[in-house]
T-cell receptor
């Protein structure tokens, strides 16, 4: 069975600084890859997704993610963080069996 | 205005009572899903459905039941057999060809 690991439980970053969230997956083939964001008490919002093709994917809110097959990783980045980016971020993997496996999430705190 | 709606946003239940959470979508998605979210545990799949009148158990189906009588609706019943039902419940819908899922705003269930 596939698994998704988000090594960082909590990250604190200064406003205006860059942000990188790590995601590693375990699966034999190349899966579909997703990043979601969740504000407190809200549902999950899709930031971006990777199916195939260009390994650098652009998403909403200025986020991007890079798929690295050799490292089984799909890290999320943002060049300059805004206070509104404080939230919980989830990486997810799909293998075309109509289900997603989610990582445990990374909470991002933005300090002024 | 397309999307996924969940009601109610907050729900309180006494021990021993069954309670039904509503999920409706107007995105014309074939697949619908129910997840449970607990602090620090990410999302865990309860049930999912790929087509009307059919559904499958997820990873933590015990103590829950669902129905899929209409494409747009996928209600979840939390039964008295669920030992620890207090949690945040998220409904999602999605397309079968890309595993992409879109989430509702969630229902927070508290057992008193």
């Amino acid at each position: 069975a596939q698994s998704v690991t988000q090594p960082d439980i909590h990250i604190t970053v200064s406003e205006g600084a860059s942000l990188e969230l790590r995601c590693n997956y375990s699966y034999g083939a190349t899966p579909y890859l997703f990043w979601y964001v969740q504000s407190p008490g809200q549902g999950l919002q899709l930031l971006l997704k990777y199916f195939s093709g260009d390994t650098l994917v652009q998403g909403i809110k200025g986020f991007e993610a890079e798929f690295k097959r050799s490292q089984s990783s799909f890290n999320l980045r943002k060049p300059s963080v805004h206070w509104s980016d404080a939230a919980e971020y989830f990486c997810a993997v799909g293998v075309n069996d109509y289900k997603l496996s989610f990582g445990a999430g990374t909470t991002v705190t933005v300090r002024a | 205005d397309g999307g996924i709606t969940q009601s109610p946003k907050y729900l309180f239940r006494k021990e021993g009572q069954n309670v039904t959470l509503s999920c409706e979508q107007n995105l014309n998605h074939d697949a619908m899903y129910w997840y449970r979210q607990d602090p620090g545990q990410g999302l865990r799949l309860i049930y999912y459905s790929q087509i009307v009148n059919d559904f499958q158990k997820g990873d933590i189906a015990e103590g829950y039941s669902v129905s899929r009588e209409k494409k747009e609706s996928f209600p979840l019943t939390v039964t008295s057999a669920q030992k620890n039902p207090t949690a945040f419940y998220l409904c999602a819908s999605g397309s079968l060809d890309t595993d992409t899922q879109y989430f509702g705003p969630g229902t927070r269930l508290t057992v008193l």
